[in-house]
């Protein structure tokens, strides 16, 4: 099978030797609503009321399309949804709160705990999954790993940090599941994670690339990961340019590892401007819809103490002339 078609395109329309990712700008407009404007000039307004709630969709001419909101829960310290292509997850933080196993408390660090899970009709096959199945455990310990290199763990002594992954939607079968589903599950816990509020070194942001034809590919999708070619999932920190994750399940030789390993590391630098800039614009936007809140609370404070003050004055006026003592 062609994965690279005579045009230089991929199946899916994409180029293979391209990076780039959409420039978005959020602001606040005059009046009781929202209007996020993307660089092509597509406007998406939403209602003033559900600001705290807002999403940012970007594309790339090399990644799949990217789809990304924060704050979906709210009885949640910290959550967000994150989309790359058909792979949609969704992750909530909870802490940092007091630990619930005290033989657990580390009294030096935080207590980093997480929990993957996939939902029953996340794929076409509906067979149940347990929680204790070794995919699960295996992909829990990858996120955990990576969360705890990237919190600052010191800051928090004697505290527990609790991380939910679910996978919402899952593009392709089993095997995928273990490429794109890990680098998308990471990208949501790290959102989730700044959502809460927990210190880290950086953001920390993956991406997944492969071989097939003898081209590196960046960020494979289904057909992609079935052509059997080898693959790799790199995370790493865009300002330390330091790797927290590396995982390969094949053998290559050096200058094909060096190729893919390059083409992550771009994918996921694209990645991380990506979530960068959802995360300071949401930040951004939460102090102009405060300070928007309270000018409004002035004003209607103002107004309804003028009109107490008001009947004050006429009720006052009315004892001052009265002729005959009120009763109590």
Do not use: W
């Amino acid at each position: 099978m062609d994965f690279i078609s005579p045009e230089g395109l991929r199946l899916d329309g994409r180029r293979p030797f391209e990076v780039s990712i959409k420039n978005l700008i959020c602001s606040v407009v005059p009046g009781d609503e929202l209007c996020i404007s993307s660089f092509d000039g597509v406007a998406i307004t939403f209602h003033f009321i559900c600001l705290f709630n807002f999403t940012l969709v970007g594309g790339s001419a090399q990644l799949r399309q990217l789809h990304a909101e924060i704050g979906v829960l709210d009885n949640a310290d910290g959550s967000a949804t994150f989309e790359m292509g058909n792979t949609k997850v969704i992750a909530v933080v909870y802490g940092p709160r007091e630990v619930q196993n005290r033989s657990q408390q580390q009294l030096d660090h935080a207590l980093v705990r997480c929990e993957y899970s996939m939902a029953t009709f996340s794929t076409g096959d509906r067979r149940r999954r347990g929680k204790g199945d070794r995919r699960g455990t295996e992909l829990s310990l990858v996120i955990r790993q990576t969360m705890e290199a990237a919190i600052l763990t010191n800051l928090l002594p004697r505290s527990q940090i609790d991380i939910f992954v679910q996978v919402l939607q899952a593009d392709g079968g089993a095997r995928s599941l273990l490429l794109g589903t890990r680098a998308c599950c990471i990208n949501a816990a790290a959102l989730a994670l700044a959502d809460a509020g927990i210190p880290m070194r950086d953001l920390v942001a993956s991406c997944s690339a492969g071989y097939l034809n003898s081209t590196p590919l960046l960020d494979l999708n289904y057909l992609e990961d079935s052509g059997g070619g080898p693959d790799l999932t790199v995370a790493l920190f865009s300002k330390l340019d330091k790797v927290t994750l590396l995982q390969m399940d094949a053998k290559v030789p050096l200058d094909v590892f060096e190729k893919v390993m390059n083409l992550a590391s771009e994918g996921a630098k694209a990645v991380t401007q990506f979530l960068r800039e959802l995360a300071i614009d949401s930040y951004f936007l939460g102090i102009d819809v405060v300070r928007k809140c309270s000018e409004t609370l002035d004003i209607v404070l103002s107004g309804a103490l003028r009109v107490t003050l008001q009947i004050l004055m006429e009720n006052t006026k009315k004892l001052a002339f009265a002729k005959e003592p009120l009763k109590v």
